[in-house]
């Protein structure tokens, strides 16, 4: 790999808007977006040898080792189009897989250039994320507050009735951001002291945090570009 390349790592919890920004924000980098999740279903979906074995822990009901995510992390960055760098989202989760990923890239003399972290409070992630409701019939998906139906209750594609999964209820959607916060606060706290994190206020416009992330990457080598710390 070339030298300067652009690494960058998304952070945010469930509800914080992760997946639009990352979308957004790698077109208008000219990077390819490359989230964790798709990398699992693609490797498990072809049969690859790095899916098979993941497949053999997933069987057993068993977390897949930092090994294998960081080997199918490391394939796909070694592809022709990440050939001026990555968003990763969704990667890493923990501080270990965030310690395995900075060795691999030293390894191809490369390093995260930046760790932008999308901070939404704990009532605006739940209100968010309690706002989601899947049409029965097309799975089309609608928000009470940023994407309603026409017709409540109805999807406007097909005119199938609207649902809340079992999984979106607010118990379950508590426990995922627990969860998330728990694991990711170590890494928050990694990327802060090795001077990469940027703390994005999540709370405004999509259009407004997009800016935001923007001005982060594209003042990249500035001085005096640092968000505050992560509270």
């Given at each position: 790999m070339a030298h300067g390349l652009l690494y960058v790592v998304l952070l945010g919890a469930p509800g914080a808007g992760k997946g639009t920004q990352a979308g957004l924000l790698a077109g208008r980098l000219g990077v390819p977006h490359v989230s964790s999740g798709d990398l699992f279903r693609e490797n498990l979906a072809g049969g690859t040898h790095l899916g098979?074995?993941?497949k053999s822990y997933?069987?057993?009901?068993?977390?897949?080792?930092?090994?294998?995510?960081?080997?199918?992390?490391?394939e796909r960055l070694a592809q022709p189009d990440c050939d001026k760098g990555v968003l990763l989202d969704?990667?890493?989760?923990?501080?270990?897989?965030?310690?395995?990923l900075d060795e691999a890239l030293a390894g191809n003399g490369q390093r995260i250039s930046v760790a932008?972290?999308?901070?939404?409070?704990?009532?605006?992630?739940?209100?968010?994320?309690?706002?989601r409701w899947t049409?029965?019939?097309?799975?089309?998906?609608?928000?009470?507050?940023f994407s309603p139906p026409r017709v409540p209750g109805v999807c406007d594609v097909c005119g199938g009735g609207l649902y809340?999964?079992?999984?979106?209820?607010?118990?379950?959607?508590?426990?995922?951001?627990e969860v998330y916060m728990v694991q990711t606060r170590p890494l928050i706290d990694y990327y802060r002291l090795l001077g990469l994190l940027r703390v994005i206020d999540g709370e405004r416009s999509v259009d407004e945090v997009q800016a935001a992330l923007l001005d982060v990457v594209q003042g990249l080598g500035?001085?005096?570009?640092?968000?505050?710390?992560?509270r």
């Open positions: 098979r074995s993941a997933i069987d057993k009901g068993e977390l897949v080792p930092d090994a294998i995510t960081i080997a199918m992390v490391m969704g990667f890493p989760r923990t501080l270990a897989q965030a310690q395995a932008p972290y999308i901070r939404v409070s704990e009532e605006t992630l739940l209100a968010r994320l309690a706002g049409c029965q019939r097309c799975q089309a998906v609608y928000h009470q507050l809340q999964r079992a999984d979106d209820t607010p118990e379950t959607h508590k426990k995922r951001i500035e001085d005096g570009d640092r968000a505050q710390e992560a």
